[in-house]
């Protein structure tokens, strides 16, 4: 739920509840009141007419007022008591009921009983509540629309800085090496909180800057011993004895996969840096005919059957990252196939497709992407993958996988994002 | 045949002078930026091994002092840094090939001998070995003046066992001179092989003799010894 949302919601309710408990109050405070005040006359009515008797030791006469009617009757002198009563009577004049408060007291003249009802009209009383009621929803109505006004606008306006924050945030790109952008804010808080993003994402661009630099220059100076450990090999082997050639080779083989997993993590480091920025056109067909024909050997040794169906497709890319990106794919498609497996290539002007015949894999294949990330058997650097998705990801383009029927599929999609 | 080794980490560059030397070239080293200058000011050299990352200077101002001496020497870049712009930068300033570190020493001294194979000989172009003789610009190999129907990559064997001769060189360098090191093919030695043992065949065929030698299955000799 949004901010605004929750943040009106409670308002509205917590106004709406107050309301409606102080207008049930009000209603029946202002009645109680009017009420009182309606007992008070019916009393002075009640003095006026036991005076009289007192006076005359007769009954006054019945009166009947638009507003105040008195009546008289005789009764029992067992049920005489004194009572105030709501009721309703019929107005012959309106020609309806009306509500009335009626007082009923017994009168003694020598000896016989009466009883005397003042009835006073209470149409006015309901009339004022009634007023009072609708003033009352009037301000309901003004108030929760103000509410409402207010929460939208005014809120909205105030939590603005905050919203702009969140969005550069969103479109914060460790990679891009721009400092987040923030308008200042004249609320203290929002300033601060712009404050502390703001330092914080310079803080992770630099500790991203130190640490690719990092490892730029391992593998850089990683190089020069690896240069110097290849070179004393292959000095040595001039003279080795016999006993020492299987510990020879398993060092010089290990030295191989030290220096090509450097070379990919200065490569990766190198595409991260843009430093293949020169895009020019690159026609896809014939790349992809010649590294099928330098694949050639290693294709047909595996017993591998290859099939394309390629189109005259064009692409402005820079020349080594399309070659190192199809090297790596078609390596990959051959060493994780099967002996007497297939490879198929599919090149449209929308999309490149490199399908091969291998077995399942053996981790999530949402990770196939990340560095250091093949299969148990895989004797490869673990940075293949790695490096195809990242030139992918400098040259705006989409790379999938998919394992179908037994099937690999890598496809890129050649229509930039 | 004299070679410059500017370079100034001790131990390849002592590698690197231990093997050339072995194949019968004369070598100098030079630690730094200083050193190199005055060497090339007082000596002609056939090839300079030249690093480009120096403690005292940049090895590619070495290539523009040459340039503007006019001097003739061949100049092969050594550099751990492998990048496009160094490489193009080097090129452009008359340096005739360029060898990321680290490299085989097989494949630096086929480089050297190609280098000083196009400066020094001028319209010789041929390269012998006993009665085994290419002809580097028809890229075509003879054995007793028999054309030999080579492919490329028994060619290029060739060729690199040729510049390597009577040293033993590792299967792991030859992978790497054959397809370079995009392709992965360090652990695939069953092709390095295939392509030997045509090659032996299509050469004993032609009456040679068998030179090349398996040394302990870890790498091979070609020698006449």
């Known amino acids: 739920m949004k901010l605004l949302s929750k943040y009106s919601r409670v308002h509205v309710i917590t106004a709406c509840t107050i309301l409606l408990i102080s207008s049930f109050a009000y209603y029946f405070i202002i009645r109680t009141i009017l009420l009182t005040q309606i007992d008070k006359d019916l009393k002075v009515e009640e003095q006026e007419i036991l005076d009289y008797v007192a006076a005359n030791h007769a009954l006054p006469h019945a009166s009947d007022y638009k507003h105040q009617q008195i009546r008289f009757r005789k009764i029992k002198d067992s049920v005489a008591f004194r009572e105030t009563i709501n009721t309703i009577e019929y107005d012959a004049k309106l020609n309806e009921y009306e509500p009335y408060r009626r007082l009923s007291f017994p009168i003694k003249i020598t000896n016989e009983t009466y009883e005397a009802s003042v009835y006073k009209s209470q149409v006015e009383t309901e009339d004022l509540l009634q007023l009072i009621m609708l003033i009352t929803a009037v301000l309901f109505i003004v108030l929760l629309s103000l509410i409402f006004v207010i929460n939208r606008f005014v809120l909205g306006k105030l ?12 479109k914060f790109d460790l990679h891009n090496k721009q400092s987040l952008m923030l308008p200042e804010s004249s609320i203290e808080e929002f300033e601060e909180l712009n ?8 803080n992770v661009s630099k500790e991203f800057e130190i640490l690719k630099a990092f490892t730029d220059n391992a593998s850089h100076e990683m190089q020069t011993p690896l240069a110097i450990i290849r070179s004393k090999l292959d000095l040595l082997i001039q003279s080795a004895y016999e006993t020492q050639v299987e510990q020879l080779q398993a060092i010089y083989d290990a030295t191989g996969r030290l220096t090509k997993l450097n070379q990919t993590l200065l490569l990766l480091a190198k595409i991260d840096n843009n430093q293949y920025d020169k895009p020019e056109f690159v026609n896809l067909k014939a790349l992809v005919e010649i590294k099928f024909q330098q694949f050639d050997e290693l294709i047909k040794g595996k017993g591998i059957v290859p099939k394309y169906d390629l189109h005259d497709v064009s692409l402005s890319i820079n020349k080594d990252l399309i070659d190192i990106l199809l090297n790596n794919l078609l390596s990959n498609a051959i060493r994780h196939n099967y002996e007497g497996g297939s490879i198929e290539c599919i090149l449209t002007s929308s999309m490149l497709s490199i399908t091969n015949t291998g077995p399942a894999l053996t981790f999530d294949r949402t990770n196939i992407f990340d560095r250091f990330k093949k299969g148990s058997h895989s004797d490869g650097s673990g940075l293949g993958l790695a490096v195809v998705k990242q030139i992918c990801d400098v040259n705006n383009l989409k790379v999938k996988y998919q394992y179908l029927n037994t099937k690999h599929i890598f496809q890129i999609s050649l229509k930039t994002k | 045949m004299k070679i410059l080794v500017v370079e100034d980490e001790k131990e390849l560059s002592m590698s690197i002078v231990t093997y ?9 080293v030079a630690m730094d930026f200083d050193a190199a200058t005055t060497k090339i000011d007082l000596y002609d050299y056939d090839c300079i091994l030249l690093d480009i990352t120096l403690p005292d200077g940049s090895g590619l101002d070495i290539l523009r002092q040459l340039k503007a001496k006019n001097k003739m020497e061949g100049v092969l870049i050594i550099s751990a840094k492998n990048s ?16 990321p570190k680290p490299f085989h020493l097989p494949e630096l001294s086929a480089r050297v001998e190609a280098i000083i194979r196009r400066k020094n000989f001028g319209g010789n172009t041929t390269i012998c070995f006993n009665e085994i003789s290419i002809n580097t610009i028809a890229k075509v190999a003879y054995c007793n003046n028999n054309p030999l129907e080579l492919t490329k990559k028994e060619y290029q064997l060739l060729l690199y066992f040729i510049a390597n001769k009577e040293r033993v060189i590792s299967k792991n360098a030859i992978a790497e001179h054959l397809w370079g090191d995009e392709m992965d093919m360090a652990n695939n030695y069953d092709f390095i092989y295939t392509h030997i043992k045509n090659l032996r065949k299509k050469l004993i065929e032609k009456g040679s003799t068998d030179y090349l030698r398996s040394v302990y299955g870890m790498g091979y000799k070609f020698t006449d010894r």
């Open chain 1, 159 to 170: 939590w603005q800085p905050f919203f702009i924050t969140l969005s550069e945030l969103k």
């Open chain 2, 84 to 99: 496009v712009e160094d490489r193009i930068e080097g090129l452009q300033l008359g340096a005739d090939d360029y060898l």
């Open chain 1, 195 to 202: 404050r502390s993003v703001t330092h914080m994402t310079d």
């Open chain 2, 20 to 28: 050339l030397k072995e194949i019968n070239y004369v070598c100098e």
